[in-house]
């Protein structure tokens, strides 16, 4: 009776040492090992901005951020159609710039009727109204279309540099809300660390 009280029983619950009996394990699904990430990184940072810096909105759409990406992509469509527009609108005006519009002709004071080139025999001009395309107007053209220009630049910069962050913090399990209370608004950041 006393060889029972002394010898400890395995209980049911202890498993043998895996490592001195030489049986290697699997690791479980979605678990990680020490050190090491468990899921490789989609992308790396550099290879994310210079695809995003490309076409906006790329790398966005492979780290799952497919609202940025949207966001991107439609700001750099509607900034094209823009400058397409802004482009037209100046190439107008810088051929006009330098045209007139008939303004009054010429009355033959015998007649009163409107007197005729006896070569052409087209009406003789007496004013001219000179283009509204003045060069101030095609000035402000111009700059509406840079601006446009500009806003394409800005939107690719803008998206590569989102991609170099969300390249760096792709695994980083954080969630923000923003709440409106009758006097004011809270932004509630929860991080979750392992």
Same mark, same amino acid.
């Given at each position: ?17 895996? %490592? ?27 290879? /994310? ?19 940025? /990406? ?26 006009? /710039? ?39 107007? %095609? ?11 500009? /806003?394409? %630049? ?41």
């Amino acid at each position: 009776m006393l060889l029972v009280v002394v010898t400890p029983r395995l209980a049911a619950a202890q498993q043998t040492d895996s %490592v001195r009996a030489g049986i290697t394990t699997r690791p479980q699904p979605g678990a990680r090992e020490a050190g090491a990430d468990s899921v490789r990184r989609p992308m790396s940072p550099r290879r /994310a901005f210079l695809t995003s810096l490309v076409l906006p909105g790329y790398a966005q759409s492979v780290f799952g951020r497919h609202k940025a /990406a949207m966001l991107f992509a439609v700001v750099e469509v509607g900034s094209i159609g823009m400058a397409r527009k802004a482009a037209m609108a100046l190439g107008e005006a810088k051929a006009l /710039a330098r045209d007139s519009v008939v303004g009054s002709y010429q009355i033959d004071p015998n007649t009163g009727l409107v007197a005729l080139d006896p070569v052409t025999g087209m009406p003789v001009p007496a004013t001219y109204i000179a283009s509204r395309f003045t060069d101030d107007r %095609v000035k402000a053209r111009r700059t509406h279309y840079e601006d446009w220009l500009a /806003a394409i %630049v800005f939107n690719h910069l803008i998206s590569g540099a989102d991609a170099y962050v969300a390249a760096n913090l792709w695994d980083f399990p954080a969630n923000v809300n923003v709440a409106a209370t009758p006097h004011s608004t809270r932004i509630i950041a929860t991080v979750r660390f392992r």
